[in-house]
């Protein structure tokens, strides 16, 4: 599950406003503006609306891995391409590409 702070990260990253998420995702911008403020918590429900809607728009969420969590962008194909030749393999790369 992500956090309000993850979910205005990845909107800034991705160059989503709050009303295109609302639409992309099916959930109210009040209800989105109200979670990135930790104003309010929405359902599991909604915050898995959020995410999805975010992931397809190409945002990566990172777990709390001892690091911290937060927000990144998915690779492109090219750069994917240009890893997995780096890598020799295709490793973790495959399944992080933007469509």
Do not use: W, Y
């Not at 956090?3 to 995702?25: E, Y």
């Amino acid at each position: 599950m992500i956090t309000g702070s993850q979910c205005r990260a990845a909107r800034a990253l991705i160059d989503f406003s709050r009303d295109r998420l609302a639409i992309s995702s099916g959930i109210k911008v009040e209800t989105i503006m109200n979670f990135e403020r930790k104003l309010d918590e929405p359902t599991h429900d909604e915050v898995f609306a959020l995410q999805s809607a975010l992931e397809n728009a190409g945002a990566v969420f990172i777990s709390d891995n001892g690091g911290g969590i937060g927000v990144r962008l998915k690779f492109t194909k090219s750069e994917a391409k240009r890893i997995a030749i780096l890598e020799n393999e295709g490793g973790i790369v495959a399944p992080d590409r933007v469509p």
